[in-house]
């Protein structure tokens, strides 16, 4: 006699998928091109064919222990060659970005990010935190008399306006809090994955992370897609680029401890900051690192973003969480380099060009990294475990595989 088995369909899960690129999903007829056509796919079990049914039914607990929607690079080869117009490639973007909301912590920051309705009041925060800031500045430098767009000493300096130290003192402990919150939720998404793949793991967990590193900096897998292998470029720009600023921010505040340990004769201070001079000049090599780091950034994430107004709706749709993740990093990207420039150009009367840049790159940080876990930004931590966890059980894409033997 035939088993019954009953499939538990999630409607709401059904209703993220529509809503974020996957609504074509129910056209899909299940002909397998889309697998043919995608070279990232695994042999067996292929990829995004399989995605494409259990979306259509519902079947969210499969999909959150799928591993595969890693591979999918989003070259959309798949899509193009779909001859039902089914867009496989959103779909699986679509089930990516439920990933980061289904496993974010706290939960509601997941749903939060995802939905237009909300962004006023993401802004609102970081708007509000970033003005109690300059609040602070004001009323314990200056004696509250409330005069955000002063030169104080004769030179522009942005402390005038927002202290560094009142800066670090909201980012510093609160990056460890976002990181950590992050932490928690990639340690569940780890465990689903480890609870309910059927397969046993056939390299440690370190082997994978290093060969996972050594493909991604060269970014192997982007390269791999033949029509859209020039977008290997932009994220590779973006991606170097971003590492570079990080670096050059953070040697920055190292050469703020020199300044302090100088200034208040600490010795300690002044040893372990390379004396790293502060504020430096133009020329100096950090300085150049941060520029030419933002210059990639920039030129990256221009190329993205073309690519994406380029893109024929047919084969692929963009979604608000696409746009909002883009055009945050670049926001953050074009005001950091601006607050650099228009620091040169503006005097006394104009400063205020200057602290506005200023507030607003700041006010861009705070949404850039605080709501990192919850955003299409947290596809950085989420993306690289998934893939050590197809290391880790041996799931290479079929050209591999047919490479070697
Ligand atoms: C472990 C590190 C990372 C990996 C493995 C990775 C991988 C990927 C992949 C495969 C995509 C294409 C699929 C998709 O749109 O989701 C992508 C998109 C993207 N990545 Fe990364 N990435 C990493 C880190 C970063 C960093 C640090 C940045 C910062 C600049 C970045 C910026 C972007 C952007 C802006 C997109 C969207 C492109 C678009 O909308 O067309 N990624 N990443
Ligand atoms: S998504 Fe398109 S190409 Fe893939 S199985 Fe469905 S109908 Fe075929
Ligand atoms: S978008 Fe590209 S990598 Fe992703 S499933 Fe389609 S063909 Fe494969």
Redesign the pocket.
Known sequence: MNERVALETDIEFIRHLKKHGGETMKKCFQCATCSVACVLSPKEYALPRKEMINASWGLKDKLMADPDI?L???CMDCSQQCPRGARPADLI?AV?SYVYRNYSVPKFMGKALSEPKYLFWLFLVPVIVIFGLALITNVVAYGGDMNFFLVREGIIKYEDFIHKLTIEALFIPGNILIFWLAGIGLYRYWSGLSNNYAGKPVKSFIKSVFE??GD?LVHK??EKCPTNSN?HY??MY??Y???GTMIATGLVVVGEVYHYGHKFNLDFLTAISFELPYPMGLMHPVKILGLVSGVF?IL??LM??L??TKQLERESK?TYN??L??SV??GVGITGMLSVFIRMSVDANTVWIAYTNYFIHLVLVFFLLWYMPFS??A???Y??LG?TFLKMHGRENKQEFFNRN
């Open positions: 890693w999918c690079h989003g973007a990516r996972v590193l991604f897998k982007f977008r932009g994220h973006a991606f680029g971003f590492i950034l990256g994430l993205m973003f690519k994406r963009n696409d746009w993740f883009l990093i670049l299409k930004f596809h950085m931590p993306r690289f893939l």
